[in-house]
């Protein structure tokens, strides 16, 4: 996947745990912590993009066994975390004072839960893949790297997308779900 589809995916699945249009439907009430959240994955994108220039190694096998693809896949478990901790401060309701606390209904609270585990398992099947290789014959890693992370993120991507199908779970429980135009 290209690194502007990787950029947009991770940042619409830590806002959608963080309860982006799940506890609330404007996009400003989330402003604080998506415009550095975006900021820091274009730069932290682009730093690894023109590190990876810096650092090419013909000698390699896969990108992931220079330093930038370390710091890559590091990458990739910082935002896994992030997106941990979104779902369990949006599954908690944000505040410790309970009378001010967001309730969460059953059906919000399990589909969260589930795109949680199916954006976490797009988001650390590069990190596992690429230490699984690393137990392989070099001239495999590449190729081992490359179509386990290309099947697995589909799949993961598919199963996310299917929440997201009209009539699905995400419609039933989002406030997208509410009427619009105002009527």
Known sequence: MSYAGNIQ???IF?????GWTITQDSISSYTPVFVPLLLFVIMAHFTLIILAYLFDNPEKYHDHETFPGTML???RIILFFTMVYGTKQTLG???TDQRNALSLDASKKQFLVTFSIFAGIWFLCLPIITLISSFCAPYV???L???VTMIVQTLAFGLVSRQFLSQSTYHRVSTVAGPSLGW
């Open 9 to 11: 995916l991770s940042c």
């Open 14 to 18: 830590i806002l959608c745990a963080w």
């Open 73 to 75: 896949v590091i990458f």
């Open 93 to 95: 309701g944000y505040r």
């Open 141 to 143: 890693r590449h190729r």
């Open 145 to 147: 790297v490359r179509t």
